[in-house]
């Protein structure tokens, strides 16, 4: 279900048809593993079951296909013809679902279901030539096209959110872009990185969101990847109403947090957020790490917590996320941008590198613009690790002002 689920969340996020994903035609990946007719009957029952029609159409229309292809297999037409009818049905298409139908027990004349529904829908296509709803001519309904729309959902920014997952709609203008530079940086003259100062790249201006390079040797990262790998499970959200963590279908992924105890490559690597940032660490969380397999994601969230969660961070008695660091350690071959639909700005994973953004006005109110998505997975797999800076100590290292300017 899952495997089904992710599979959906792709074919939707990158514009993919069932025939690509069925032939393994994705982009970045010369693996091409396909999908049987008993595949594809199965991600549309999968969709049926959970009550979306808009997915169970598609699936079995490809069903549909590859067996009028001769492709041979456990399923029959009479199976998907039964879910086909009543999900083009439960889409309003009425005149569909009574040809489908017709075509079902053509072939399985005792299936008593479909006759039922056949005088059912017979009954409804009369009801509605006697009302001639929204004046309509009978032809005009006849000739109704079979495309249907995917449904709206619950995220606002879901069009801007995919749009750029896709590497659509960034709004890097020309204008924009003459205020990005790359220079060396030595942390404000921190002394460990004035020998050896890091590569920094601005990837926004404002809110500033800058790249580190060489943030991660190769080794240190397959050494974060062996001690997190034991320790990996469904990451969570915390419910804003109850407070409590639970499992959301908007954040897919598994991930575990690592103790400076752990391994003193975990110790270093924090001390080395330390002087890049200029930030303490000493009222940071944890090193998270995380890894998103295919399709996996985190949709559209703040890292900073609302007016209305002011207990979310209570516990930790450290103030609110200030900034965060973001680590990749690992490139994607397709998929897993880093997106901030509000900003309309795209940043893709590159093994080594960091992103580095402050989540709240120097104000101390949040900075509602950094509201970002990890893009689901495409093809490969996805390894990261984060570190959330908090308010408490940071007083003196970025002092508080009317400004956001950094």
Excluded at 344 to 355: E, L
Aim: charged content about 30%.
């Amino acid at each position: 279900m899952g495997a089904a689920k992710a599979l959906m969340r792709l074919q939707d996020t990158y514009k993919l048809d069932p025939d690509t994903i069925s032939k393994g035609q994705l982009p970045g990946t010369k693996y091409q593993a396909v999908l049987s007719v008993d595949d594809c009957f199965g991600m549309g029952r999968s969709a049926y079951n959970e009550g979306d029609y808009y997915h169970t159409v598609l699936w079995m229309e490809q069903v549909l296909k590859q067996l009028d292809a001769g492709e041979e297999g456990t399923t029959t037409k009479a199976q998907v013809l039964d879910y086909l009818s009543y999900a083009v049905f439960q889409l309003g298409d009425l005149h569909r679902a009574l040809e489908l139908t017709r075509r079902l027990l053509s072939l399985d004349p005792s299936h008593e279901r479909a006759g039922g529904n056949l005088r059912y829908f017979e009954q409804l296509l009369e009801e509605e030539r006697e009302k001639m709803l929204s004046n309509q001519t009978e032809a005009g309904l006849a000739t109704q096209e079979s495309i249907y729309e995917r449904p709206v959902d619950y995220l606002p920014e879901r069009d801007i959110y995919e749009s750029l997952c896709r590497g659509e709609g960034v709004k890097l203008t020309p204008r924009r872009q003459k205020r990005l530079f790359c220079r060396y940086h030595h942390g404000n003259r921190t002394p460990q990185l004035l020998i050896a100062p890091f590569k920094e790249e601005d990837e926004w201006d404002s809110p500033h969101i800058v790249r580190y390079y060489d943030v991660m040797s190769d080794e240190e990262i397959e050494r974060i990847k062996e001690i997190a790998k034991p320790k990996l499970a469904r990451a969570t959200v915390r419910d804003p109403k109850t407070g409590v963590l639970t499992v959301a279908s908007y954040r897919v992924s598994k991930s575990s947090w690592l103790e400076e105890d752990d391994d003193p490559v975990v110790a270093r690597v924090n001390r080395r957020m330390q002087h890049i940032t200029g930030l303490t660490v000493k009222t940071a969380e944890l090193l998270q790490v995380a890894n998103y397999g295919m399709g996996g994601q985190y949709e559209p969230h703040f890292d900073f917590s609302r007016k209305n969660e002011q207990d979310a961070f209570k516990r930790l008695g450290t103030g609110n996320r200030v900034a965060t660091f973001l680590n990749y350690m690992s490139d994607v071959e397709a998929g897993g941008a880093t997106v901030f639909p509000d900003l309309g700005a795209a940043i893709w994973p590159k093994k080594g590198t960091a992103v580095f953004w402050y989540n709240l006005l120097r104000s101390g109110e949040g900075d509602y613009r950094t509201r970002h998505a990890a893009c689901p997975v495409l093809v490969g797999c996805k390894w990261v690790s984060n570190k959330w800076f908090h308010e408490r100590g940071q007083e003196f290292l970025r002092p508080c002002g009317s400004t956001e300017v950094d």
